[in-house]
T-cell receptor, first 114, second 113 residues
């Protein structure tokens, strides 16, 4: 069973705080990891992709990957009310596959209050 | 402007009716995907296609059909066999070379009358 698990939340943080979103996955050989943001009633938009162990930073967003622990996280620094959305973790769980199929977690709903 | 378009934005289906959701992309992507999203749920894969005239079933293909006659287009038909079709339907595409990043269209919300 291929699985991607996320804390369902909801997660609520004050404006300016750091929001931490977590994701675990079932297959140790997974190679590609993605975070999407989805506003209510809208389609997902890509925020970050990460392929190697360690941290990857892009503006206020930092993705962290630990393949040994099968864990990927997203940190949002200086959280803003406009960051309030559902965050989806997506993982390529198929070794050597060229199909590019992604498996999605159920998402974590984040609310940033002023 | 390059992107993925889906139409209609809202679609109403009557009992026993087949309906078709449109998905078009001008990104020159080879692979295209259809997902279904129910409230509070993640995305579940219905069908996907890597090349023209070829497609594979995803996890919840029953009650759905697709075609891929053109690289740019991947329409999804929700048949009368799909007993619980009310959901948000998302189309995505990606290049088949390099990374697996998928980009999504704006979605179609299907409601049953």
């Amino acid at each position: 069973q291929k699985e991607v698990e996320q804390n369902s939340g909801p997660l609520s943080v004050p404006e300016g705080a750091i929001a931490s979103l977590n994701c675990t996955y079932s297959d140790r050989v997974s190679q590609s990891f993605f975070w999407y943001r989805q506003y209510s009633g809208k389609s997902p938009e890509l925020i970050m992709s990460i392929y190697s162990n360690g941290d990857k930073e892009d503006g206020r967003f930092t993705a962290q990957l630990n393949k040994a622990s099968q864990y990927v996280s997203l940190l949002i620094r200086d959280s803003q009310p406009s960051d309030s959305a559902t965050y989806l973790c997506a993982v390529n769980l198929e070794r050597g596959s060229t199909l590019g199929r992604l498996y999605f977690g159920r998402g974590t709903q984040l609310t940033v209050w002023p | 402007d390059g992107g993925i378009t889906q139409s209609p934005k809202y679609l109403f289906r009557k009992e026993g009716q087949n309906v078709t959701l449109s998905c078009e992309q001008n990104l020159n992507h080879d692979a295209m995907y259809w997902y279904r999203q129910d409230p509070g749920q993640g995305l579940r894969l219905i069908y996907y296609s890597q090349i023209v005239n070829d497609f594979q079933k995803g996890d919840i293909a029953e009650g759905y059909s697709v075609s891929r006659e053109k690289k740019e287009s991947f329409p999804l038909t929700v048949t009368s066999a799909q007993k619980n079709p009310t959901a948000f339907y998302l189309c995505a595409s990606r290049r088949t070379s390099g990374v697996e990043t998928q980009y999504f269209g704006p979605g179609t919300r299907l409601l049953v009358l």
